[in-house]
């Protein structure tokens, strides 16, 4: 082989490299957030496979739903955030209408009133997950920071409604969530130390006030926590079961598919909100501590592009996506390791269902958009 | 720009941002470090209980049945054995059409339509998985039938498993018992646990009275259960390496019978599908070698269970067969206790060797018009107390019976263990009754029906009144006078079998208080009464007797179900069938040596010396090897 051959292959080979760089930036993707996404992705389908008691049918379902929301991440990254910020009041007034839509003539399952049939069928939860903190983070786009307590009030309403129409599914996860993605907004953008105490404060008769709201199936939630042995059989059950699931798989887990708890169907709905016992049991304590720090970095690189974005919108939206994505993580890992009571939260990425995946994804497209969209501002 | 927006200071806006994503990094990392911390606690802390706990959820301990010990004969026969057979069943969750199954399996005949209401609630309420079991025993026939039609019926399969069998069923059913299924009321008398995985228990007999020897010790195997308890295969999962060890079941015991088929088999055949009972015993021993209640029954009915139907055929026969007569029966025993009641009179000084009577046929009490018969209506003339035996006048026994006194009755008949159990090793049986002036103080609550009468001692000499006796209690009485007073108690089992090792632990006889008797010429004078029964010409039974080759004694005895009024002739040709008179016999031979004592009693046999002595010759024939069915 002459030098030249060698030569040739090696600026060959970083030409190739250098291609799939200039395919992402083309494509508006971040490498370090889409690998790490990628790789809680590959674990994710790993666990499923086992919790789904190894049905491929079940698992390619949820292979080719990871597809579709990595098409919705793929052609959220292509918006730029300032038109993303123009159409985002109609967006979150779309969202508003849906939401009233479902309570009028939307599809009961389960118990609760969720699902919107439009040629597809879909929850308009979902797409509040997004309005919300876009809503948010448009309104106090233009406004000075920290926001004073005119705005503030404003925000709350822009918060609370939606909160509230969704609580009233009842979907008391999602609308959780939607809370928490419009108060981290407020909280990033200055909400004042003191204020935040106060209403910390305020939060424990507002706790009263909502529990006398409360599902008779969600203050058993709640009560269960504070006592599972109480119903063991009952409501306590599924925290007992997923809590023997993780402790049994101590150090090292007892091996991929060999998680007698959720192999036997001790662990209930071991395939959504408690996947994460799976992985306790099968992977043991590393593998939970493994995914724990995939999940770390996925929030640190958007906390990364929030901290580079260029403006306020942007900035708040990109905060905002990151951590509520931590709170998804905490509550499901909180919940099923009998911390908070059971709500409702899959864990992202790694729970069998599709339709928060998309929402997810766009998410994270969104934040791709934002770092790839960057016009260099002098400095 | 937008000009109408507020004066924003992009520095210290990002500033702020900066510090509040630190912030929320910060509060951030403190409620992971919270998952964390938790999951320490849970996966290496709390690793031992939790891991003992998910065990506990998975591994389920299943219990293993014993199998059953085997009875068998005093020459090892097999008198009840485990065979396996094939069950039908049937596993509901993999069943599509259960209606359409069972509608087919019954046309097919593998199961009755009566059945089918019972079967689809059985199928319904249980665990979906857990198989209902549609038939316990299919032919082979039905096997193969089955099996060409089985693609039709998914989820239905015959699956193989033990069944009790009794070979000789009917011949010793009621000595050996039988098997049914376990219900709640035997959970309450045994130990559940060691029953976790049996599904019969023995009801009667020596199958229920040795249930403890036969049944043996319940082993238990660990089994991975999914939260339903279904049951899974361990090797798919891996995870049976951590599995406890398995124990496995300790087999019953064998039981071996004192009984001998042969000879059962002979009394069977004597007693011609009459309706009665035999007991034969080895008086040295007390070991039972023939024990016959008749009508019998098929045992491995209720091995194999049986319809409704069957059941209550069983239970409503005016016959009566599923009754054990021989030890829950319970006859007047008429003329066989006269050798007894003799014993108790020369003992008593009721009378000597040498008194006489004059028999006219009947016996008044003094002061008193009342005719008590004897059964030979012109009488007997003059008889001691030796003809009274062997030509059963009855007027002689009438008229020293006040003098005996019915207490001394009672005392004698007790000695010889009339009117308590013997203590047979089998459950059920009926003490009988001899009555005294107490007992009738106690029986009665009216004060008038307190009293103890003289014509009730008069009736009592002849066995009849309130008198009962078992056949077992008279075949152990006739073991009792054959062995002069020495009394064994009665038993069914002679040995016990460990299954594994072979070793045989041998039942020692129970001896039992003897026969007091103060003067050994009593007992020549009775025995030889007893023996000129069937040796003498004069003898009731000397048709029987006569021509045996080999001396034996007995007495006849013919116990009456009705009383016949006074100055009425009793017509046996007239007289209905059930009511006639029991014949009644006991008997023991050879008389020097005495091997065999032998009670009889045909129901409504009107003549006990003609009726039941023969059947009694042809069990000691056959036993001292003079029969015809002799294997010896």
């Given at each position: ?5 060698t030569?040739r292959?090696?600026?060959g080979?970083?030409a190739a ?19 790490g996404?990628?790789l ?12 789904v ?9 949820q ?10 991440m793929?052609?959220a ?17 779309a ?9 009028v003539?939307?599809?009961?399952g389960?118990g ?19 309005a ?5 983070a ?15 009030l404003?925000?709350?309403?822009l ?5 509230l129409l969704i ?9 959780l969530?939607?809370a ?5 907004v ?5 909400l ?9 404060v305020?939060a ?5 006030v909502?529990?006398?709201?409360m599902q008779?199936y ?14 063991p059989?009952?409501?306590g ?6 809590k ?5 798989g101590?150090?090292?887990?007892k091996?991929?598919?060999?998680g007698?708890?959720a ?14 016992a799976v ?11 493994s ?16 901290v580079?974005?260029?403006?306020t ?10 951590l ?7 509550v499901?890992t ?17 729970s069998?269902?599709?339709?928060s ?21 002098p400095? | 720009?937008d000009?109408?927006?507020p004066?924003?200071d992009h520095?210290?806006e ?14 951030g ?5 919270l ?8 996966q ?9 706990q ?32 094939y ?16 509608e087919?399996?019954?046309q097919?005949?593998l199961?009755e ?7 689809r ?9 857990k ?29 193989p498993?033990?069944?009790r069998?009794?070979p ?23 130990d ?19 249930e403890?020897n036969?049944?043996g010790d319940?082993?238990?195997?660990h089994?991975?259960?999914?939260a339903f308890?279904?049951?899974?295969s361990?090797d798919?999962?891996?995870l ?9 079941p300790?087999p ?6 004192s ?11 004597a ?13 040295w ?5 023939a ?9 491995n ?32 025993p008429g ?12 003992e008593?000084?009721?009378t000597?060797l040498g ?21 030979k209506?012109?009488g007997?003339?003059?008889?001691d107390?030796h ?7 009855d007027?002689?026994?009438y008229?020293?019976s ?6 001394n ?6 000695r010889?263990?009339?009117g308590?159990p013997t203590g ?6 009926n003490?009988?009754l001899?009555?005294s ?12 029906d307190?009293?103890w009468?003289?014509?009730e001692?008069?009736i ?6 309130y008198?009962l ?9 006739a ?7 020495v ?5 069914l ?7 594994l ?14 026969v ?18 069937m ?6 039974a ?23 009024a ?9 007289v209905?069938?059930r009511l ?7 008997a ?11 009670a009889v ?5 009107s003549?006990?010396s003609?009726?039941?002595?023969p059947?009694a010759r ?5 036993h001292l ?8």
């Open positions: 082989m002459r030098l030249s051959d030569h292959l090696i600026t080979k970083a490299l250098g291609d799939v760089g200039a395919l992402m930036r083309r494509l508006h993707v971040d490498g370090p957030l889409l690998g996404i990628l809680i992705c590959a674990v994710g389908l790993v666990v499923l496979y086992s919790a008691g190894e049905n491929m049918r079940l698992w390619l379902n292979l080719i739903r990871l597809g579709i929301a990595l098409i919705a793929l052609i990254a292509q918006m730029p955030s300032d038109f993303l910020r123009r159409w985002t009041p109609w967006g979150y007034l969202g508003l209408i849906l939401l009233v839509l479902v309570l003539t939307g599809e009961v389960q609760a009133r969720r699902w919107l049939d439009l040629g597809i069928r879909f929850q308009p939860s979902e797409i509040m997950k997004l919300v903190p876009m809503m948010t448009w309104y106090l786009h233009k406004r000075r920071l920290p926001p004073r307590a005119g705005p503030l404003l925000i709350a309403v918060i609370a409604v939606p909160t609580a009233w599914q009842p979907d008391l996860g999602t609308a969530l939607i928490a993605s419009g108060i981290i407020i909280v990033l953008a200055g004042p130390i003191k204020l935040m105490v106060a209403l910390a305020a424990v008769p507002g706790a009263l909502l529990w006398n709201f008779d969600q203050k058993q939630r709640v009560l269960t926590l504070l006592d599972p042995d109480s119903d059989l009952g409501a059950y599924n925290i007992i079961q997923s023997i699931a993780i402790g049994s101590g150090l090292f887990g091996g991929w598919t060999n007698s708890q192999q036997l169907d001790f662990l209930p709905e071991r395939d959504t909100d408690f996947i994460f992985m306790g049991e099968e992977l043991g304590f590393l593998g939970a501590l995914l724990i720090a995939l999940y770390v970095f996925v929030i640190g690189r958007g906390l990364y592009i929030a580079q974005a260029p403006d919108y942007s900035r708040l939206l990109a905060g905002s996506i990151s509520t994505f931590f709170v998804y993580v905490f499901n909180a919940m099923v390791t009998g911390l908070v009571p059971v709500v409702g939260i899959p864990l992202p990425l790694v069998f269902g599709g339709t995946m998309v929402t997810l994804m766009a998410g994270f497209g969104i934040l791709m958009s934002i770092q790839t969209h960057r016009k260099l501002l400095h | 720009m000009l109408l927006s004066i924003k520095h210290s990002r500033r702020l941002f900066l510090a509040r994503v630190v912030f929320a990094s910060v509060v990392f403190l409620l992971l470090g998952v964390i911390a938790r999951l320490v606690q849970l290496v802390f709390d690793y031992e209980a939790f891991a003992a998910s065990q506990g959820n998975r591994v389920r301990i299943e219990p293993v049945p014993p199998i059953r010990g085997l009875i068998f004969d005093r020459k090892g026969r097999v008198l009840a054995e485990n065979l396996p057979a069950q039908l069943e049937l596993i509901p969750e993999q069943v599509a059409d259960i209606d359409g199954t069972l087919g399996l019954a097919l005949g199961i339509a009566e059945e089918i209401p019972r079967i609630d059985l199928s319904a309420t249980g665990p979906r998985f198989p209902v079991t549609l038939r316990l025993r299919l032919t082979d026939e039905e096997i193969a039938n089955f099996a060409i039609q089985r693609p039709r019926f998914p989820g239905v399969d015959f699956q498993r033990l069944v069998h009794y000789h069923g009917e011949a010793v059913a009621h000595a050996v018992g039988y098997v049914g299924a376990l219900s709640r009321e035997d959970l309450q008398r045994l559940g646990s060691n029953y976790a995985g049996t599904a019969h228990t023995g009801k009667t007999g020596v199958e229920n009275g040795f403890s036969l049944h319940v082993g238990y195997s089994v991975v259960s999914n308890g279904r049951r899974i361990a798919s999962l891996e049976a390496d951590t599995l406890p060890i398995d124990e496995t300790e019953g015991e064998n039981v071996y019978l009984l001998d088929l042969d000879l059962q088999l002979a009394a069977l055949n007693l011609e599908g009459r309706r009665g009972a035999v007991v034969a015993i080895d008086p021993s007390g070991e039972i070698l024990l016959i209640s008749s009508p019998s029954f098929d045992p009915l209720f091995a194999v269970g049986m319809s409704i139907a069957q059941f209550s055929a069983l239970q409503d026969d005016p016959d009566r067969p599923l009754f054990n007569r021989a030890v829950r029966g319970t006859y007047p003329s066989t206790i006269k050798p007894m009641l003799a014993m108790a009179a020369l008593t000084g009721a000597s008194r006489k009577a004059i028999c006219r046929g009947f016996f008044m009490l003094p002061n008193t018009t009342h005719r008590y018969r004897d059964w209506p012109e007997h003339g003059e008889v107390i003809d009274a035996i062997t030509r059963s006048c007027v002689y026994f008229e020293i006040v003098d005996i006194g019915i207490d009755m009672h005392d004698y008949l007790d010889f263990g009339l308590q047979i090793d089998i459950r059920g049986e003490r009988g001899v009555p002036k107490e007992w009738k103080r106690n029986a009665f609550r009216n004060r008038e307190q009293r009468f003289n014509g001692t008069v009592a000499s002849i066995g009849q009144g008198m006796t078992t056949p077992l209690q008279l075949a152990s009485a073991a009792a006078l054959a062995t002069r007073g009394r064994y108690q009665p038993h089992v002679a040995a016990i079998e460990d299954a090792t072979g070793e045989r632990t041998l039942v020692e006889p129970r001896r039992l208080d003897d007091e008797i103060d003067n050994p010429q009593h007992w020549d004078a009775v025995l030889g009464a007893m023996h000129d029964v040796q003498d010409v004069r003898g009731t000397y048709a029987v007797g006569g021509n045996a080759p080999y001396q034996m004694a007995g007495k006849s005895g013919t116990a009456q179900v009705f009383s016949v006074q100055e009425e002739e009793y017509n046996e040709e007239e209905e069938e006639r008179d029991h014949a009644l016999f006991i023991f031979a050879p008389f020097e040596d005495p091997r065999i004592a032998v009693i045909v129901e409504n046999g003549s006990g003609r009726v039941a002595a059947i042809a069990i000691m024939d056959h090897g003079f029969g015809s069915h002799a294997t010896e």
